[in-house]
């Protein structure tokens, strides 16, 4: 069992990945816990996340060759994650990944025991910060807010509301990590 992966996942609004970000910043250097890098089709350039990046073409063929432990679409993208992100559990270390909720069961498939971690936001603040990204018209975000809603959080989940301050929210991830069965400590 994989009880060292950590699978987070969120609706768009969250703020996943600004969590994700302050939680890069404030856990201690030298924990054994390893981020997982993506392969996504967008550029590089195109800002967040440090990842590969790759056209569809690219990305099929690496899914062809096996490169992926795990790969999904979502939001007009295709997302991976290369076995070589996933090898650090062999040493005991930890692993988190970025993910999706519509991938979550076949992570969960594919690897048991890994630890789900739900960022989200009550509809309002969804709705509002949706709104400030100015990507997708009121219908869309409608639409989002309703999925967001609707989502069933998988039994054993960590689930982290992201409704106040960025600070807020990493500490509540920090300390549900810090409570995970061997979960490192600092040195």
């Given at each position: 069992m994989n009880t060292r992966l950590v699978y987070v996942m969120g609706p768009s609004g969250a703020g996943k990945d600004s969590v994700l970000g302050w939680l890069r910043e404030h856990l201690p250097a030298n924990l054994p816990v390893h981020w997982a890098r993506r392969t996504i089709t967008r550029p590089a350039s195109a800002g967040g996340e440090a990842h590969e990046a790759t056209d569809a073409k690219g990305f099929e063929q690496l899914q062809s060759q096996g490169a992926f432990a795990l790969a999904w679409q979502a939001n007009g993208l295709h997302y991976g994650v290369r076995h070589t992100e996933l090898a650090p559990l062999q040493q005991g270390h930890w692993v988190l990944?970025?993910?999706?909720?519509?991938?979550?069961?076949?992570?969960?498939?594919?690897?048991?025991?890994?630890?789900v971690v739900h960022i989200t936001a009550d509809p309002a603040t969804l709705a509002q910060r949706l709104t400030q990204r100015q990507r997708e018209t009121p219908e869309e975000i409608g639409q989002r807010v309703a999925r967001a809603s609707a989502f069933m959080v998988p039994p054993g989940a960590i689930e982290i509301l992201n409704n106040g301050t960025l600070a807020q929210a990493g500490q509540q991830l920090l300390l549900?990590?810090?409570?995970l069965e061997a979960w490192p400590s600092p040195n």
């Open positions: 990944v970025n993910g999706s909720r519509g991938h979550w069961p076949q992570a969960a498939q594919s690897h048991p025991g890994l630890q549900a990590l810090q409570g």
